[in-house]
């Protein structure tokens, strides 16, 4: 069989107030295109299907969406866990109802052991998990971390082994030896919190969520984690994302780019830079940006001005640190009391005052100096 | 064919942080043993599943349980509406698998014009509506309250009548003519915000909910609402809870009681005989319990008076007002300053100060003391 291998959706994550609702349909529809294209017989979807354990209504509906066109409309088995970032509780309800048209839900421990048996693999679905869980689950109080956690579950999954069917472990943690991306900046990462590979060699394959870049396993042979559907940080800027296609019986794996509607991407350059023509016309400036200005300065207003050229700016930060309180100092003559609040305010946030805000500092300077001429 | 209407349970809901999900559970025992006895070949539910547009995890896990329970382990086909209370787009989330099983989960409009056809009987689902979706759906300008929304949707209904079937309408508002009871304060009631009943002839039945009070249209014929799963305010501790089965041969219906693990009811009495060991041991003080105090004197700590003979009190309300400021006035002299506060609070808000409120009064009369020494 062949099966699509995917994880981190994060349905319903916004980047700086950015809604990624729309691109998340959008680079869906792409991967609908590549398992109908790629002939699976179905989808892994290793955890973080959801952004957060409260999603929105809007959320809701856009993973309800996608979940009915894969299972109900192109009848794909769907094998699902939950993710760190699910709220196991809710991404579970429905779910004895779902497997009615295979459509597999695991959240809980226990359910990992249940294997899914579909064209001779087997499937085992380990939920996201804490150690604390596995402890009661084995009656074994020196269970403390996840790399101790992990063996137990191994040694019993194996005992459930069919011989002749391939063994494929989905799950949700890190493995030890993988890079990370800020996205995961979260997570306790290394020593005992990290699963040792060498824990996972039992399996054919191990379809795994949680780090968004595929390659953090550096072309581990059976260890695999699928990245995420979209960059969601500036620090996976230059990750491809995409799928993995994976055939059981060569135990083959086709790594299938996906492309974003809008892609993700840091420019670190000088204001003066950033805001001439014959740089910013060959940039993509259709993309979600994060900045990175080399500048020291202090720059009035950069925030506002940077986003008439670049609409989609998600952070801007300062590669070499500003020139703060002393120049602001040196150039305080010349500033008026706001004046000198808003740059300021903008060198210290990196975001120009609202209207509000500016109203209120407004408000406060004028009772300050009507104060000080009493 | 015998169906069972319910509605209005309103899972998660807390009467006064005493949580009633375990009462919600042991009464919907109740109410599957009525379905099974009763020999019912479906389930009725008419909105407001939960109480709430964002239930709690624990809330979501309990109801997902009932519905397997129904759906899944007992077969029943389900009807099931959403009310006002519920988030239409939360509880529609797996509808497309549900239905696969007949649990019809109905929450947009356009979708109570696909009647579900059970054993001759048209079904047709309503949700919980606004006006303004009305007038959306059928680009009619002058649909502006319910009264006037309601007509069109019949009068499109009745076009799929089918000859020789039972018709019957499942939905979620208030019917002019109707009692209310202190659950449906929130909404307006009356006038123009009111079906009139006389626009809905047309059906065989009418399974309402969104009143508690199961006797609400006082022995309509054909339009019933089945009441709350429980008493949920002091204002239905008198109302008998249970569920209606219907027959659609006969078009007869019964009223099956439900006993609840803990009744509701008010008690109106003085403190002194609310705490005679004659009284208060003839009451079922199991039962949560509306205090209507005869009293007007000041009582110290009166709540947790009560509530060591009464643990489940859910509002304390004074029958005869109390004597404000003036008898107050008269036992100052009596009173130190954290005493009086105490005691004004108490008549105040029926309840006692905790224990950091005390700590800060406390603190704030030693600070206004220290002050009028200096």
Tied chains: 1, 2.
Excluded: C
């Excluded at 109900?72 to 991404?91: E, M």
């Excluded at 005992?192 to 379809?207: C, G």
């Amino acid at each position: 069989m062949r099966f699509l291998h995917t994880a981190d959706w994060h349905i319903g994550k916004k980047l700086n107030d950015f809604d990624l609702l729309a691109d998340q349909q959008a680079v869906f529809e792409q991967l609908m295109a590549v398992a109908q294209a790629q002939q699976v017989d179905a989808i892994v979807i290793a955890g973080d299907l959801y952004d957060r354990a409260l999603p929105s209504e809007a959320a809701v509906a856009v993973l309800d969406q996608m979940l009915v066109k894969l299972n109900r409309d192109l009848h794909y088995p769907l094998l699902v866990i939950s993710g760190n970032h699910d709220s196991a509780v809710r991404l579970r309800t429905g779910r004895s109802w779902f497997s009615a048209t295979q459509m597999y839900v695991n959240t809980q421990l226990a359910e990992a052991f249940t294997p899914i048996e579909l064209d001779g693999v087997q499937f085992f679905l380990l939920p996201y998990f804490e150690p604390f869980a596995v402890r009661d689950y084995f009656q074994d109080q020196t269970i403390t971390n996840v790399a101790q956690a992990i063996r137990p579950i191994v040694t019993k999954m194996k005992t459930l082994f069919k011989p002749g069917m391939r063994h494929i472990l989905v799950s949700h943690f890190f493995a030890a030896g993988s890079d990370h991306s800020a996205s995961e900046t979260k997570v306790n990462v290394g020593g005992l919190d990290a699963v040792p590979i060498d824990d996972l060699t039992a399996f054919d394959y191990v379809a795994l969520g949680h780090l968004h870049n595929h390659n953090a396993l550096h072309g581990e042979p059976k260890i695999q984690y699928s990245g995420a559907l979209l960059k969601y940080a500036v620090g996976e800027a230059k990750q491809e994302k995409g799928v993995y296609i994976v055939d059981t019986e060569t135990m083959q794996r086709e790594f299938v780019p996906l492309k974003p509607q809008h892609d993700l991407l840091e420019l670190k350059a000088s204001y003066a830079d950033l805001t001439d023509p014959a740089y910013y016309q060959k940039q993509d400036r259709d993309a979600y940006i994060g900045i990175d200005l080399t500048d020291t300065q202090v720059i009035p207003n950069v925030m506002a001005q940077l986003r008439q050229i670049y609409p989609r700016i998600i952070s801007l930060r300062r590669e070499n640190g500003v020139q703060a309180v002393k120049p602001l100092q040196q150039r305080q003559r010349d500033l008026d009391p706001v004046s000198l609040l808003k740059a300021f305010y903008e060198e210290l946030m990196q975001t120009d005052l609202t209207a509000d805000q500016l109203k209120w500092a407004k408000a406060g300077l004028a009772a300050a100096e009507s104060e000080q001429k009493q």
